[in-house]
Nanobody, 125 residues
Framework: QVQLVESGGGSVQAGDSLRLSCAAS????????MGWFRQAPGKEREFLAA????????PYANSVKGRFTISRDNAKNTVYLQMNSLKPEDTAVYYCAADFSSAWPAAQPRRYDLWGQGTQVTVSS
């Protein structure tokens, strides 16, 4: 059974950087579109970025474009989210997700079939 495990969260100061990782078990990682989302207390889950199976297509939310970078290493079954210039409003639980069947990366959470457990990111001013 495929599982996703996020890591790399923590508490940082505004302006700092973090890199989140999401490791997938199983052999079919290359077949998944991967996405990163976040959810702050009292708010809906928010799309951040997604990456196509070969890494060529990487849509971003406007709120993180230019600051966050998604990438994947199919040999390591891992997707990353490099987060630079972090702001207090980036504080949230961050989730990775796998889409097994879509043709293109999507922003809608309902398109994703499998979710990790989340990792907390806290940015203080």
């Amino acid at each position: 059974q495929v599982q996703l495990v996020e890591s790399g969260g923590g508490s940082v100061q505004a302006g700092d950087s973090l890199r989140l990782s999401c490791a997938a078990s199983g052999r079919a990682f290359i077949n998944y579109i991967m996405g990163w989302f976040r959810q702050a207390p009292g708010k809906e889950r928010e799309f951040l970025a997604a990456i196509s199976r070969n890494g060529a297509n990487t849509p971003y939310a406007n709120s993180v474009k230019g600051r966050f970078t998604i990438s994947r290493d199919n040999a390591k079954n891992t997707v990353y989210l490099q987060m630079n210039s972090l702001k207090p409003e980036d504080t949230a639980v961050y989730y990775c997700a796998a889409d097994f069947s879509s043709a293109w990366p999507a922003a809608q959470p309902r398109r994703y079939d499998l979710w990790g457990q989340g990792t907390q990111v806290t940015v203080s001013s």
